[in-house]
């Protein structure tokens, strides 16, 4: 067979060489080698996929193709009687004469290797300048016999090679593996809305929380019992940022999603998740004042109703329609003309919220809710005032429990209020609307909750 290597840069040649032997690829799949890598792991290479690796063959070889001996070690091949064809080991690989470049990387210079020989020109042609200029100054000759000092000619050889040293460029010709795949780019990062949260300022405007030591002090207490071992795209400060962004903004999970670098549905998730945990870290900050800390926190709208110790109101929140009817007609609020949860919230002139009672279905009226929630026992007989809107008709409770209803008139079988009525109406709107807006301001000595 007239077989030649297929290695590159190899000249070897069956006719040429008759005491090498020439060897064939393995199979692929048949068989693997144990190879460590640069970071010192170990890890199982196919046999085949080494040979072309080490080989630079840089295509899939043929069953022609043959790999001259030149390129095995001598402890590579099985050493048999009356055997006169030579053998290679199992899991024997090429490891003498390696190529430096493929066939590929020498066959036609790519516009990469063009572009490299052009710069390498150019480098060259300013060493060369430096090198003529070196040489003005130490002029040299071939012939030894022309120069009167050999010290000074071993003095001028000194400079040349050190100005060659300094103007020479090393050019790697590129392998296969160096190839223009892509073109990289160095994206600036995008800061999300946690990161761009760096003042008190900006944490109220988008968490209502007045500043990070607050914010802190519900992180450790979370921290503290809330044990969560599996791994979160966010941290839980993150996290808790983002749940307390929803409920001061009440943004959309889509929104959300793109100003934390999640999606919406990991968004939805976090929420969900984190909603439960809070609420029962943030539950015990609702506490009923006593009148001593109501009186001492009394804003100036609420001079004339200086004996109001909660002002009550309910809140309805939409929810999803049940699939029982029962429920539905439970749940159906003939206020707000669908389905909702109800609750009542009491606030203290100075606006700290002070009581949040059990959910309601919307059905339930504001008289049902007060009468069950059993808020009036917290209050003083003959001492201590509610304020409420008129769909509180609970004169019949305040009166058995002795204690002054604040509620603005009604309009009942009259063309319109009185005098009295009118400025005590006047009166109970702007104290409601102080605290709705909660633009009062709050005394120096504040209550401890």
């Not at 590579?76 to 590929?104: A, C, G, M, W, Y």
């Not at 063009?114 to 040299?140: C, D, G």
């Not at 609420?279 to 109001?308: A, R």
Request: charged share 25%.
């Amino acid at each position: 067979m007239n077989h030649y290597c297929c290695v590159p840069q190899c000249s070897s040649w069956v006719k040429k060489n008759p005491e090498l032997s020439f060897h064939t690829f393995p199979k692929a799949g048949k068989e693997r080698v144990v190879v460590e890598t640069k970071l010192g792991n170990k890890e199982l290479v196919d046999r085949r996929q080494m040979w072309i690796r080490l080989l630079k063959i840089g295509k899939n070889p043929s069953i022609h193709m043959r790999v001259c001996s030149l390129h095995f070690d001598e402890s590579d091949f099985l050493q048999k009687e009356r055997v006169k064809r030579r053998t290679l080991k199992p899991k024997t690989v090429p490891s003498k004469n390696l190529p430096k470049i493929s066939h590929d990387a020498a066959a036609g210079p790519s516009s990469r290797i063009r572009r490299t020989r052009q710069m390498e020109a150019h480098m060259l042609n300013e060493a060369s300048a430096t090198n003529n200029e070196a040489t003005n100054v130490f002029p040299l000759c071939d012939d030894d016999d022309n120069v009167e000092d050999p010290q000074e000619r071993k003095a001028a050889e000194d400079v040349l090679a050190q100005v060659d040293s300094q103007n020479t460029v090393e050019v790697v010709p590129p392998g296969p593996s160096s190839r223009d795949s892509a073109v990289q780019v160095n994206t600036p990062k995008v800061l999300t809305l946690y990161e761009l949260i760096t003042s008190d300022e900006k944490l109220r405007n988008f968490t209502g929380i007045n500043n990070f030591a607050i914010f802190d002090s519900i992180l450790e207490i979370f921290e503290k019992y809330h044990k969560d071992k599996r791994v979160r795209r966010l941290s839980i400060r993150q996290r808790i940022m983002l749940l307390l962004t929803k409920f001061k903004t009440s943004l959309t999970y889509v929104t959300l999603g793109s100003l934390f670098g999640i999606t919406p549905d990991l968004a939805k998730t976090y929420i969900y998740e984190m909603m439960p945990v809070l609420s029962k870290i943030l539950k015990p900050l609702i506490v009923f004042p006593s009148t001593t800390q109501i009186t001492k926190n009394m804003p100036i709208c609420f001079k004339e109703f200086q004996d109001v110790r909660v002002i009550l109101d309910c809140t309805e929140i939409f929810v999803q329609s049940p699939k029982c009817l029962c429920c539905r007609i439970r749940f159906y609020s003939q206020y707000k003309s669908n389905i909702t949860v109800k609750f009542m919230t009491g606030v203290s002139p100075g606006g700290l919220i002070t009581y949040i009672s059990k959910p309601y279905g919307g059905r339930a009226s504001d008289k049902v809710i007060f009468e069950e929630s059993n808020l009036i026992s917290l209050l003083n007989p003959n001492r201590d005032a509610i304020m409420v809107d008129k769909g509180f008709v609970i004169d019949d409770i305040c009166n058995l429990y002795k204690v002054k209803l604040i509620r603005p008139p009604f309009l009942r079988h009259k063309s319109q209020l009185s005098s009295e009525e009118s400025i005590l109406n006047a009166k109970i709107a702007s104290a409601r609307v102080h605290i709705e807006l909660g633009s009062h301001r709050m005394k120096v000595n504040e209550s401890p909750i």
